[in-house]
């Protein structure tokens, strides 16, 4: 995709006028750093850092028989959420595979926010969109279900890290608290709608907002304002993943794929195989039933060496037995980590491989996620 065809979010002109590095991500020009990744990756581990995170995708799924229908599209349970919860959960292909890895809100009895990969938006919307029940004519309305695509209405930043609280009650007032984890909340800011989430993808405490993609301006520079107290700093793509894959989160396109699916990913937990009916269902019974050939597992390098990166070839005692989907030097443990997809006898913890990195191999090992814990 050439740089004219990438699109930009509301906040690009701000990333320009704070130097940041840009860079083409997901149809996307994204920031991938200001300063640098190590001095953003430690700001969000220690005090507190503010991500764009417009261009993901926001889908709004409503009609009286909205629920239901989500529950035989989505893998975890929609019946388990209340108004204003939030869960983890994945779009499936009939054979398992992952379309997409979301969060689904309950943002009314019938009304649903599906926050989705910004790659991935467009394809979540057209698989969905084709899945819709058929209604007639001579039907009540009571089985319809309407699917809009909102996300160019939207703006959105995460904002992460352990001063989160004391950043929030700067923005939204002293007597106002966060949603509890996995919640939802609208809040009024300065004369701005804001939708809160307990949510993230860093390891660390933190919420996620989102507003109008006009209103994006006004709260990214005044989270910035307000947070200096606190440390605040703006993060790009680059600590984003490192982040992200120190505490192990998987990454769609990376460590997901259609041809991966969630049970050898090691996230069955967010699969709820007791419904009686969902897309990709009978193909991760199967899975189950019969085992993975291959899982999802942690690594980190021993000794110095380069870092690992994605499709360096994985061996033991000579034997190539799988291939890194992710790889990174981790700022906060100051080691080669990764995940990598092996065969399942070697994905134990503890199990010594190697890691072919441009013809010579390095050793690692199997490690127990997630692979940095707060200490």
Same mark, same amino acid.
């Not at 499936?92 to 926010?113: A, H, M, P, S, T």
């Given at each position: 995709?050439?740089? /004219?065809?990438?699109?930009?979010?509301?906040?690009?002109?701000?990333?320009?006028?704070?130097?940041?590095?840009?860079?083409?991500?997901?149809?996307?020009?994204?920031? *991938?750093?200001?300063?640098?990744?190590?001095?953003?990756?430690?700001?969000? +581990?220690?005090?507190?850092?503010?991500?764009?995170?417009?261009? @993901?995708?926001?889908?709004?799924?409503?009609?009286?028989?909205?629920? %239901?229908?989500?529950? /035989? @599209?989505? /893998?975890?349970?929609?019946?388990?959420?209340?108004?204003?919860?939030?869960?983890?959960?994945?779009?499936?292909?009939?054979?398992?595979?992952?379309?997409?890895?979301?969060?689904?809100?309950?943002?009314?009895?019938?009304?649903?926010?599906?926050? =989705?990969?910004?790659?991935?938006?467009?394809?979540?919307?057209?698989?969905?969109?084709?899945?819709?029940?058929?209604?007639?004519?001579?039907?009540?309305?009571?089985?319809?279900?309407?699917?809009?695509?909102?996300?160019?209405?939207? %703006?959105?930043?995460?904002?992460?890290?352990?001063?989160?609280?004391?950043?929030?009650?700067?923005?939204?007032?002293?007597? =106002?608290?966060?949603?509890?984890?996995?919640?939802? #909340?609208?809040?009024?800011?300065?004369?701005?709608?804001?939708?809160?989430?307990?949510?993230?993808? /860093?390891?660390?405490?933190?919420?996620? $907002?989102?507003?109008?993609?006009?209103?994006? =301006?006004?709260?990214?520079? !005044? $989270?910035?304002?307000?947070?200096?107290?606190?440390?605040?700093?703006?993060?790009?793509?680059? $600590? +984003?993943?490192?982040?992200?894959?120190?505490?192990?989160?998987?990454?769609?396109?990376?460590?997901?794929?259609?041809?991966?699916?969630?049970?050898? $990913?090691?996230?069955?937990?967010? *699969?709820?195989?007791?419904?009686?009916?969902?897309?990709? &269902?009978? !193909?991760?019974?199967?899975?189950?039933?019969?085992?993975?050939?291959?899982?999802?597992?942690?690594?980190?390098?021993?000794?110095? %060496?380069?870092?690992?990166?994605?499709?360096?070839?994985?061996? &033991?005692?000579?034997?190539?037995?799988?291939? #890194?989907?992710?790889?990174?030097?981790?700022?906060?443990?100051?080691?080669?980590?990764? @995940?990598?997809?092996?065969?399942?006898?070697?994905?134990?913890?503890?199990?010594?491989?190697?890691?072919?990195?441009?013809?010579?191999?390095?050793?690692?090992?199997?490690?127990?996620?997630?692979?940095?814990?707060?200490?």
């Amino acid at each position: 995709m050439s740089e /004219t065809a990438q699109k930009r979010t509301p906040l690009y002109d701000e990333h320009v006028q704070l130097g940041a590095k840009i860079v083409p991500f997901a149809g996307w020009l994204m920031p *991938v750093q200001y300063t640098s990744i190590l001095e953003e990756h430690q700001t969000v +581990r220690n005090n507190v850092g503010i991500f764009d995170i417009s261009h @993901m995708g926001q889908l709004i799924v409503s009609n009286p028989a909205a629920a %239901g229908w989500l529950n /035989t @599209m989505l /893998t975890n349970n929609i019946d388990k959420l209340e108004v204003g919860h939030g869960q983890y959960t994945f779009l499936l292909n009939e054979r398992g595979g992952i379309i997409d890895d979301l969060i689904v809100y309950r943002i009314g009895k019938q009304k649903f926010l599906l926050v =989705v990969n910004a790659a991935r938006t467009d394809e979540d919307f057209a698989w969905l969109d084709r899945h819709l029940p058929a209604v007639e004519a001579a039907v009540s309305a009571a089985n319809q279900v309407r699917i809009d695509n909102r996300s160019a209405d939207f %703006g959105g930043v995460a904002i992460q890290g352990p001063r989160v609280a004391e950043l929030f009650h700067a923005l939204f007032g002293e007597d =106002v608290d966060p949603p509890p984890r996995n919640h939802i #909340v609208e809040l009024g800011f300065d004369g701005i709608n804001v939708s809160v989430a307990r949510t993230g993808y /860093t390891g660390e405490d933190g919420v996620e $907002a989102f507003f109008r993609a006009q209103d994006a =301006v006004k709260f990214w520079n !005044a $989270a910035l304002e307000k947070g200096k107290p606190f440390g605040v700093k703006a993060c790009g793509l680059g $600590a +984003r993943d490192t982040l992200r894959l120190e505490v192990c989160y998987p990454l769609n396109g990376s460590d997901f794929s259609p041809e991966r699916n969630p049970v050898e $990913a090691g996230l069955g937990f967010f *699969v709820d195989l007791t419904k009686p009916n969902f897309v990709g &269902r009978e !193909a991760l019974m199967k899975a189950k039933e019969n085992g993975s050939a291959e899982k999802l597992a942690a690594f980190r390098m021993e000794g110095k %060496g380069p870092p690992p990166r994605s499709h360096y070839s994985i061996f &033991r005692n000579g034997e190539r037995i799988g291939e #890194v989907t992710s790889g990174t030097l981790s700022p906060s443990l100051n080691y080669g980590i990764g @995940m990598a997809y092996v065969s399942a006898p070697h994905a134990k913890t503890g199990t010594r491989v190697d890691i072919e990195i441009r013809g010579q191999k390095f050793p690692a090992i199997i490690e127990k996620k997630p692979l940095y814990k707060k200490s």
